[in-house]
T-cell receptor, first 109, second 114 residues
Framework: GIQVEQSPPDLILQEGANSTLRCNFS?????LQWFHQNPWGQLINLFY???GTKQNGRLSATTVATERYSLLYISSSQTTDSGVYFC???????????FGGGTRLMVKP | DTGVSQNPRHKITKRGQNVTFRCDPI?????LYWYRQTLGQGPEFLTY????????KSRLLSDRFSAERPKGSFSTLEIQRTEQGDSAMYLC????????????FGSGTRLTVV
């Protein structure tokens, strides 16, 4: 099956700093999503981005499908951004999302 | 319809008991998925339905696990003779066919087997 690797695994930021999270995947995909998992366990969809670039407030994401990676940018980080960020992909011949191991972000005040 | 709903939010059970979880997907979605997430890991696929048909099951889904989606609406996941290793967060998601437009996840059911 498809492999999904996220980096870094852990990240500590000072409030106001910017960061970039990376997701590499091993095969062609027709679906890529970035999620934020809150402390109560809910997966909040941030972006549905199988290709191209999208922005939503302080967050933006870029997927370069031909090179099999995606980036999530967080600007002017806030303490409420803390949590785990997951990248998940659906390969072209597949029928489910496969998740990476996540990036655990802590934003300090 | 505001999203995917899961019940209960938390379940504590004694080893050996049976438990059942319910998921109500977004009504327009014809695909429904069950995932399991253990501490410190990403969610892992268990099974999915297209309408009422269960089309794929992961090898993680032992014979103590059974899922149904009668009439292609809500789904239930039952675990028989629970074991401590079943303790996890069970997540449900729904989507259009082939995941078009993305998956929407529910809040999950956290199971603790004591």
């Amino acid at each position: 099956g498809i492999q999904v690797e996220q980096s870094p695994p852990d990240l500590i930021l000072q409030e106001g700093a910017n960061s970039t999270l990376r997701c590499n995947f091993s095969d062609s995909v027709n679906n890529l999503q970035w999620f934020h998992q809150n402390p109560w366990g809910q997966l909040i969809n941030l972006f549905y981005i199988p290709s191209g670039t999208k922005q939503n407030g302080r967050l933006s994401a870029t997927t370069v499908a031909t090179e099999r990676y995606s980036l999530l940018y967080i600007s002017s980080s806030q303490t409420t951004d803390s949590g785990v960020y997951f990248c998940a992909v659906q390969e072209r011949a597949g029928n489910m999302l496969t998740f990476g191991g996540g990036t655990r972000l802590m934003v300090k005040p | 319809d505001t999203g995917v709903s899961q019940n209960p939010r938390h379940k504590i059970t004694k080893r050996g008991q049976n438990v059942t979880f319910r998921c109500d997907p977004i009504s327009e979605h014809n695909r429904l998925y069950w995932y399991r997430q253990t501490l410190g890991q990403g969610p892992e696929f268990l099974t999915y339905f297209q309408n009422e048909a269960q089309l794929e099951k992961s090898r993680l889904l032992s014979d103590r696990f059974s899922a149904e989606r009668p009439k292609g609406s809500f789904s239930t996941l039952e675990i028989q003779r629970t074991e401590q290793g079943d303790s996890a967060m069970y997540l449900c998601a729904s989507s259009f066919r082939q995941g078009a437009g993305g998956y929407t996840f529910g809040s999950g059911t956290r199971l603790t087997v004591v």
